[in-house]
């Protein structure tokens, strides 16, 4: 699995611009699915058919991560930008922005500290792209990056940029390749442009209208230094159950559910509650006619900037997890 | 060109009628049909030219009726009219400026204190939305035919810029500037009645949507009656080419003259990459000037278009236009031109493989 990993956490795939990493995972899904198909903003639909009257079941996990896009070349030949998701200004100092024709460039601020303002945040910072003329500028205006940065395999941690969530796309792709039989029919949906609010799961699970909806997402980790908040999850304890977050109120039934299998199955597990932030989940739930919907987050630190760590362990017991949900049949009423 | 009748014309969000009356009449003999949907919404369908190849194809080209204006919220026993924003303001444009309430076209003005009544410190500031009152001339309560709940816009009229008078019955003119209220975004569904009038390889529906200055609630319920396999939003976006003094680095984009903008993203919306590069390869070929949007600022219709049902490549064309959101706004007839002339090539090679 860490293979997978590291071939989707290096491989480009900022919000808008997912086509390298759906190709990737439309090579590893191919030969396990019934149907493979892309809808019209980019999302792909994984079908698993299941052999009986099982739950028609949506599980989504976003193929972009964050990145940025060129809003203007300056007078000598640096580069402005604005972010493609969430981004913390002041983490991407030092950090080098990779574009899709592979041109390289550093971020740099003009000024410590940091406008207090995002927005001025933003018009803080620049890209270099090592040219001495402006005419010699390797980009254009609308020109989009991510960053660049290796899988690093710590041991027990995944060192990697991307984690979010392109572990969730691993941890969808292992489900699908371990899962022998289900009575339930399973659309695996590997959406686009989650970072921007969540557009590829509105009009996927639109399309889907599942019963019953989970995204496989990272969540914040609350054991690092600069955690002020109390945040009872921490990486290393095991997938995190959503219960809710600022976007949804996870359905009650479906998170007993997976309490309840995850006890039956010694699967360790935490409780979800954040306050910042929301997943896929939020659009799935109130697509059509609404559907019964819920997540497992796989804690991480460091979430939103170039350098993501999740727990190894963490991530094979989303799979186990995921694995004892999906084999067998449910009445969630 | 259309722009100078639909640019004076009255349709603040929530009040289009008088510019949807004004686009069926100039649209009916080229719609196939056409509809208005409970919000207000208007649907004109050319039909896909006779012996295409795929008529079942539908592209949805839209532009909002709406303009930012003012809602009347009280009135006041001295005949004084209090006042709610409809849409986004800088409340520096406000002041004095002459208006035309309600049905009628009562007209008004919103007051102010003159220089000579400020003391230092109300010279330095601007007053708040809230403490402004639009007069409209009545002594008292019962002096005013106005109602609450009456909207009001710029009383603004279209010009010419530039000295040469334009006579009414002569071509419309090609280049130069004008001046108007309501650009944003009738400079929009003035191409699009132009792209009316030819006929293309699918069936065109127009779409003429409500209420996109308040939060893009028409075009949501638009794109999901419509049901396109596609959509090309027409708008008017801010130009950003006046001189900045203290921002010698910044070189502003989009600049009146240079051609219509194409948006790559807005802070709601990432466009279709194909349906980009197809009009700017359309824009190349064809020798039209074009420019790009300044990315990750903005919104328009295309926020609720795109995620429609189970999602629309779509794309946003806009002519750029100094000073919108305010009385006059200024724009370049060549880049109107340009942008008709782009979007219409463009329609020409649709269909293609998303």
């Avoid at chain 1, 019934?34 to 009986?52: A, Q, W, Y």
């Avoid at chain 1, 995190?240 to 039956?264: Q, S, Y």
């Avoid at chain 2, 002041?95 to 008004?108: A, C, Q, T, Y």
Wanted: aromatic residues 6%.
């Amino acid at each position: 699995m860490k293979e997978t990993i590291k071939l989707l956490t290096e491989a480009y795939g900022p919000s808008g611009y997912e086509q390298t990493v759906r190709e990737i995972i439309k090579n590893q899904v191919e030969s396990y699915a019934d149907t493979v198909e892309v809808d019209p903003l980019g999302n792909l639909h994984v079908l698993k058919k299941g052999t009986g009257d099982g739950l028609k079941i949506m599980i989504a996990a976003h193929m972009d991560e964050i990145g940025l896009m060129v809003s203007f070349i300056d007078k000598h030949g640096f580069g402005r930008l604005t972010g493609l998701g969430t981004l913390f200004p002041q983490s991407l100092v030092g950090n080098r922005a990779i574009f899709t024709d592979g041109t390289v460039a550093v971020i740099n601020a003009e000024k410590w500290p940091f406008p207090e303002r995002i927005d001025h945040s933003f018009r803080n910072l620049y890209l270099d792209f090592g040219v001495l003329r402006k005419e010699d500028v390797p980009v254009h205006v609308g020109d989009v990056a991510a960053f660049q940065r290796p899988f690093v395999d710590l041991g027990e941690t995944l060192l990697a940029k991307s984690l979010d969530d392109r572990i969730g796309c691993a941890v969808m792709i292992e489900t699908l390749k371990q899962l022998k039989t289900t009575p339930h029919e399973i659309y695996f949906v590997f959406t686009v442009q989650e970072e921007v609010g969540t557009r590829g799961a509105i009009t996927s699970a639109y399309k889907v209208q599942p019963d019953v909806a989970i995204a496989i997402d990272v969540t914040d980790s609350g054991d690092v230094p600069e955690h002020k908040q109390h945040f009872e999850v921490k990486m290393g304890q095991g997938p995190a159950i959503k219960v809710m977050d600022i976007g949804m109120l996870a359905h009650p039934n479906l998170r007993e559910w997976m309490v309840e299998t995850a006890i039956a199955n010694d699967i360790p597990y935490q409780l979800e509650i954040l306050r910042l932030g929301s997943t896929d989940a939020r659009a799935m739930q109130v697509a059509g006619a609404g559907s019964m919907a819920g997540g497992i987050s796989i804690p991480c630190r460091h979430l939103h900037t170039p350098s993501e760590m999740v727990n190894y362990q963490d991530v094979q017991q989303t799979v186990q997890l995921l694995l004892a949900l999906l084999s067998n049949p449910v009445v969630l009423g | 060109m259309y722009l100078e009748k639909l640019s004076n014309a009255f349709g603040v969000s929530g009040s289009e009628e008088n510019v949807r009356d004004m686009i069926v009449e100039i649209a009916k003999p080229y719609a196939d049909e056409w509809q208005v949907d409970t919000m207000g919404n208007l649907f004109i369908t050319r039909q896909a030219r006779r012996g295409s190849k795929t008529p079942a194809q539908r592209v949805m080209v839209t532009a909002h009726m709406d303009e930012v204006g003012f809602l009347i919220s009280k009135i006041n026993n001295d005949g004084l009219l209090k006042f709610e924003t409809i849409g986004g303001f800088d409340k520096r444009v406000l002041l004095g400026k002459s208006l035309v309430i309600g049905k009628n076209r009562i007209p008004g003005v919103i007051g102010l204190k003159p220089i000579h009544l400020l003391d230092h410190t109300e010279r330095q500031s601007v007053p708040s939305i809230k403490s402004m009152y639009i007069d409209v001339g009545a002594n008292s309560k019962g002096g005013t035919k106005v109602n609450i709940g009456d909207s009001a816009t710029f009383s603004t009229q279209f010009g010419y810029l530039g000295g040469t008078p334009v006579e009414a019955d002569s071509p419309p003119p090609k280049q130069g500037r004008v001046k108007g209220k309501a650009f944003d975004d009738r400079v929009g569904c003035a191409i699009l009645l132009e792209l009316l009038k030819d006929e293309y390889d699918f069936d065109l529906i127009a779409v003429f949507t409500v209420q996109e200055e308040i939060g893009i609630r028409g075009a949501k319920v638009a794109a999901y009656r419509a049901n396109p396999d596609l959509a090309i939003i027409l708008e008017c976006t801010a130009a950003d080419d006046l001189p900045r003094p203290n921002e010698e680095d910044e070189v502003g984009i989009p600049r009146l003259g240079d051609g219509p903008a194409i948006t790559i993203m807005d802070r709601t919306f990432i466009a279709n990459r194909s349906l980009v590069d197809l009009l700017t390869e359309t824009a190349i070929n064809e020798g039209i000037p074009y420019q790009f949007k300044r990315p990750g600022i903005g919104g328009t219709d295309a926020k609720e278009i795109h995620i429609a049902r189970s999602g629309v490549p779509s794309a946003v064309v806009s002519v750029p236009a100094r000073y919108i959101h305010a009385p006059a706004a200024v724009l370049d007839l060549a880049d109107f031109w340009h942008a008709v002339e782009l979007v219409q090539a463009t329609l020409e090679h649709l269909p293609i493989e998303i």
